[in-house]
């Protein structure tokens, strides 16, 4: 991913396979003249050169918080979220970024800050932000977003907060850059997702989608039922839940939020709502939702069910605090820490006998260890 470049180089991120569906690799500067890339900084989301091209602004993550730096290595702002597309101002040295405060969540909104890190939230809340830039003649900040769904649209907005659309368009645009002369680089397309899969009975594979963004949770032990969520056009909010029998019944919407586990039984689903944060029990069949108490829970991640049903195993963090992983008991109180802040996963994985969640080993690259549910030591996970 080609990020920018002055002085004869480019800054670039080299992807690491297996990565999360944002950009997440190693900056690196390339000659313009040609040669190898010379490694800079691992775990970086978005970075971008001061205007004399001898400073950059970087974004990156580091244990278990994505830190902004300009230049490198003097911080002005950190999350345990992620800090998107830092762009450095051509005449005032502010350095504009997008914020998503849940790291799973594709949601945020416009900030900025100075050289003194002064952080200002210029916009509001979008479910679905990415791309963004400074006007040529720096009096704006110019970004993408959506009002709903993933259909991207191009606006601006002056330093104080005042909005305007610039830009609607078929599809879905995605700003990349402005140049000096005030020209725009938008990328476009309509995005849609699919599920697809062999399911008992069948010969081959074939589509189970329903609208333009179905995205798949979890499928039944027998392969009989699968727990899905809409994140198109097509849903009614930010995201809707729904379970469809694999026989090729249609969808039952169960209501709103994103899907996350379905209990052993088939009875019941975890779904994960982002604004405000909360885990709520919802019923496949008749019944009542049951939202889990928080605690001093901020923000979730995800979550899974243990596999006798009677437990939930939360990937969350308290406000401001990283992300861990923590279990609640179904039939009351909040939750519990299981490991230490900064060990946790974006997919919660817990073993059959309901004992053990996997997660990464602190300060050890590559290495995963099971972490017991009732406290105590990680075993390390070997040849994994």
Known sequence: QVLAAAHGQMAVILPRPNESQRSRGMLALVPLSGGPPREVLDGVFGADWASDGSRMAVSYQVGGRCRLEFPIGKLLFDTVGIVEAPRVSRSSGR??????????????????????????????????????????????IWFTAAEKGTRRSLYALTPDGKERVVQRAPGSVTLEDISEDGRVLLSQGQPRWEIRGLFPGDEAERDASWLDGSLAAELSEDGSLLLFFEQGEGARSFADTYVRRTDGSPPVRLGEGYASALSPDKQRVLVNYVSPPR??????????????????????????????????????NEPGRPSRFWVQDLAGGPPRPVTPEGVFSWFVTVSRDSKYVAAPFPGKSGVYGLYPLEGGDPTPVTGL
């Open 95 to 140: 350095v504009a970024f997008i914020h998503h405060p849940n790291a799973v969540d594709s949601g945020g909104l416009v900030c900025a800050v100075d050289e003194l890190g002064e952080v200002r939230e210029i916009s509001r809340r979008f479910p679905d932000i990415g791309g963004l830039a400074w006007s040529a003649d720096g009096r704006e």
């Open 279 to 316: 885990v709520v029990v919802l019923p496949t069949g008749a019944g009542e939702p049951r939202e889990m108490p928080k605690g001093s829970v901020g923000d979730y991640q995800g979550s899974a069910w243990t596999a006798d049903g009677k437990r939930l195993v939360l990937s969350a």
